[in-house]
């Protein structure tokens, strides 16, 4: 049958009992006149499946550090990927903006602040509350370490810290709705949300829909009423919550504390009902962390136990640590590298290796500043992107800014090199390509390199579908990476303006300017600007 469609096949062969097929020069030829300049090409119509996916979920005691970074930008990344491939998506956060933890940054600030503010200390509000919660740890282990060198055991110096006390104690009267506490927690979240929006905004990340624990888990507790009252739960000598999950392989989880103030599940559960039913969801993905399997396993089985039917359309998109090279980070400890710090640091790296190459003087201050937030912003974004999200991985800040190696730089690069490329050629705005007579009209054979880019380029729609069904953006960042590798080798060995013919020059510039778009197209799923010229 293959034989008998000359029309797109022109030749085969077996090797060790593979079958080879040659595409014919009409089909790739007729491929590319029809997709050379379609900005959508690769993404599919809408499907009507409701997908939401969750990504980012800060706290509100602390900056975004850069393990937020690496979750922010696959659930962002993979949103837009369900999208190419025809979903209708919703982005959301949830908010951890309640609980102990946020507490002990309410309370370190009580104690130690003397009404000090952002805009009195000129710093970053997520900053300035995040160095609270660290003040507030190095308190408690100073209490503790007194405690325990006065004749307490850790375990009784625990409980009577004099700070944790109170800070309990916070956590009630929050709960309670004790109008000072929810004043101070209103101010202090005021200043957190303010400094999110500001990183949020400098890394292109949105969302459609955010969420806050202070209002989610309030449901979450409801649900866990219905569950005792269905037996689905049942409550321990001290009045606590808890579902017995061994049938299932998992143990025994706790819902609800015995004082009745929740814990992370709580709010999960609440959470989890309301996304569904208020969107209609086919699936709703999660974004966390790996460390994070268990908790996941346990909410769907939760939700099984509670007869919801969404129950099997929770999915766990869970990715491993990212670490730098100087290893591991301690948020309580304040050895966290923040996200600001970070994305100031490959800027300025972006900066140096630019400056370095020595082809910046034809471009204004502003450009340049502009052209320096696209290249490291895009570094870090394609560096921590490339990585199966399973993986565990280490970011090189260095590394990523390579202009020469499997970066982002790169990629951007080799997009700038083919529009200046383009713009030396002449090709007119808004019309398409210079007319330089048909495709090859049959008169000249495609070079290795040219069949292969053309090959390359047809693969794009197949590989979003490839990274949408493995909820893994670094199927098309390896892509763009290795599209971009072939077409410089391609370039390197066949000049466009000074082809052999003028059907030669045609083709080559057919290939150039789909290049350019597939490149373009694939760097905006991964959240990442194209640069006009580098």
Same mark, same amino acid.
């Given at each position: 049958?293959?034989?008998?469609?000359?029309?797109? $096949?022109?030749?085969?062969?077996?090797?060790?009992?593979?079958?080879?097929?040659?595409?014919?020069?009409?089909?790739?030829?007729?491929?590319?006149?029809?997709?050379?300049? #379609? *900005?959508?090409?690769? %993404?599919? +119509?809408?499907?009507?499946?409701?997908?939401?996916?969750?990504?980012?979920?800060?706290?509100?005691?602390? +900056?975004?550090?850069?393990?937020?970074?690496?979750?922010?930008?696959?659930?962002?990344?993979?949103?837009? *990927?369900?999208?190419?491939?025809?979903?209708?998506?919703? @982005?959301?956060?949830?908010?951890?903006?309640?609980?102990?933890?946020?507490?002990?940054?309410?309370?370190?600030?009580?104690?130690?602040?003397?009404?000090?503010?952002? #805009?009195?200390?000129?710093?970053?509000?997520?900053?300035?509350?995040?160095?609270?919660? !660290?003040?507030?740890?190095?308190?408690? @282990?100073?209490?503790?370490?007194?405690?325990?060198?006065?004749?307490?055991?850790? &375990?009784?110096?625990?409980?009577?810290?004099?700070?944790?006390?109170?800070?309990?104690?916070?956590?009630?009267?929050?709960?309670?709705?004790?109008?000072? $506490?929810?004043?101070?927690?209103?101010?202090?979240?005021?200043?957190?949300? %303010?400094?999110?929006?500001?990183?949020? @905004?400098?890394?292109?990340?949105?969302?459609?829909?955010?969420?806050?624990?202070?209002?989610?888990? $309030?449901?979450? %507790?409801?649900?866990?009423?219905?569950?005792?009252?269905?037996?689905?739960?049942?409550?321990?000598?001290?009045?606590?919550?808890?579902? #017995?999950?061994?049938? /299932?392989?998992?143990?025994?989880?706790?819902?609800?504390?015995?004082?009745?103030?929740? !814990?992370?599940?709580?709010?999960?559960?609440?959470?989890?009902?309301?996304?569904?039913?208020?969107?209609?969801?086919?699936?709703?993905?999660?974004?966390?962390?790996?460390?994070? *399997?268990?908790?996941?396993?346990?909410?769907?089985? *939760?939700?099984?136990?509670?007869?919801?039917?969404?129950?099997?359309?929770?999915?766990?998109?869970?990715?491993?640590?990212?670490?730098?090279?100087?290893?591991?980070?301690?948020?309580?400890?304040?050895?966290?590298?923040?996200?600001?710090?970070?994305?100031?640091?490959?800027?300025?790296?972006?900066?140096?290796?630019?400056?370095?190459?020595?082809?910046?003087?034809?471009?204004?201050?502003? &450009?340049?500043?502009?052209?320096?937030?696209?290249?490291?912003?895009?570094?870090? @974004?394609?560096?921590?992107?490339?990585? #199966?999200?399973?993986?565990?991985?280490?970011?090189?800040?260095?590394?990523?800014?390579?202009?020469?190696?499997?970066?982002?730089?790169?990629?951007?690069?080799?997009?700038?090199?083919? %529009?200046?490329?383009?713009?030396?050629?002449?090709?007119?705005?808004?019309?398409?390509? +210079? /007319?330089?007579?048909?495709?090859?009209?049959?008169?000249?054979?495609?070079?290795?390199?040219?069949?292969?880019?053309?090959?390359?380029?047809?693969?794009?729609?197949?590989?979003?579908?490839?990274?949408?069904?493995?909820?893994?953006?670094?199927? !098309?960042?390896?892509?763009?990476?290795?599209?971009?590798?072939?077409?410089?080798?391609?370039?390197?060995?066949?000049?466009?303006?000074?082809?052999?013919?003028?059907?030669?020059?045609?083709?080559?510039?057919?290939? /150039? !300017?789909?290049?350019?778009?597939?490149?373009?197209? /694939?760097?905006?799923?991964?959240?990442?600007?194209?640069?006009?010229?580098?």
């Amino acid at each position: 049958m293959l034989k008998n469609n000359p029309h797109f $096949i022109s030749g085969y062969n077996v090797i060790k009992a593979f079958l080879n097929l040659v595409i014919s020069e009409e089909a790739l030829n007729s491929f590319l006149k029809s997709n050379y300049n #379609d *900005i959508c090409f690769g %993404k599919k +119509p809408l499907t009507h499946r409701k997908v939401m996916v969750e990504y980012s979920s800060p706290n509100t005691n602390k +900056p975004l550090h850069l393990g937020h970074l690496r979750n922010i930008f696959l659930g962002w990344s993979m949103a837009e *990927i369900l999208k190419a491939n025809g979903d209708e998506v919703y @982005k959301s956060c949830i908010v951890n903006d309640r609980g102990i933890h946020i507490c002990k940054s309410m309370m370190a600030w009580q104690q130690f602040a003397n009404g000090a503010t952002p #805009d009195s200390t000129h710093t970053k509000g997520d900053h300035f509350v995040g160095d609270y919660y !660290v003040k507030f740890n190095d308190e408690y @282990k100073k209490e503790m370490n007194q405690l325990v060198d006065s004749g307490k055991s850790n &375990e009784d110096a625990a409980k009577e810290s004099l700070i944790m006390k109170k800070t309990q104690k916070m956590l009630l009267d929050w709960e309670e709705g004790k109008p000072e $506490i929810i004043e101070l927690w209103n101010k202090m979240n005021g200043w957190v949300y %303010k400094g999110f929006e500001e990183t949020y @905004k400098r890394i292109g990340a949105d969302f459609d829909k955010t969420y806050y624990e202070s209002q989610t888990y $309030i449901l979450g %507790k409801e649900i866990v009423q219905e569950g005792l009252n269905k037996k689905a739960f049942y409550n321990k000598e001290d009045g606590s919550v808890w579902i #017995d999950l061994t049938d /299932a392989g998992l143990d025994e989880k706790l819902l609800l504390r015995g004082d009745g103030t929740s !814990v992370y599940i709580t709010q999960d559960i609440g959470l989890v009902k309301q996304k569904f039913e208020q969107f209609h969801l086919d699936e709703s993905i999660y974004v966390i962390g790996d460390e994070q *399997i268990y908790h996941m396993k346990v909410l769907k089985e *939760i939700c099984r136990k509670l007869g919801m039917p969404f129950a099997d359309h929770i999915v766990h998109l869970s990715y491993g640590m990212v670490e730098l090279t100087t290893g591991k980070m301690k948020s309580r400890e304040g050895t966290v590298v923040d996200a600001d710090d970070l994305i100031n640091e490959m800027v300025a790296t972006s900066k140096h290796h630019t400056e370095a190459l020595g082809k910046v003087g034809d471009f204004t201050e502003q &450009e340049l500043n502009e052209l320096y937030e696209i290249l490291g912003i895009g570094a870090m @974004k394609f560096y921590l992107l490339r990585v #199966d999200p399973k993986k565990r991985m280490i970011f090189n800040p260095e590394e990523s800014i390579d202009f020469h190696g499997f970066t982002g730089p790169f990629v951007q690069y080799t997009y700038a090199r083919i %529009k200046s490329i383009l713009r030396k050629v002449g090709e007119p705005s808004g019309s398409g390509l +210079p /007319a330089t007579g048909d495709l090859m009209e049959g008169k000249e054979k495609l070079l290795t390199l040219e069949r292969s880019l053309i090959i390359f380029l047809e693969k794009y729609e197949i590989i979003l579908s490839q990274a949408a069904q493995e909820l893994n953006p670094s199927v !098309v960042a390896n892509y763009v990476y290795h599209l971009a590798k072939t077409f410089n080798s391609f370039y390197t060995e066949h000049s466009v303006a000074n082809a052999e013919s003028e059907e030669k020059k045609a083709l080559r510039l057919h290939i /150039a !300017v789909m290049t350019a778009t597939v490149i373009k197209s /694939a760097l905006q799923l991964l959240g990442m600007k194209v640069p006009e010229r580098m």
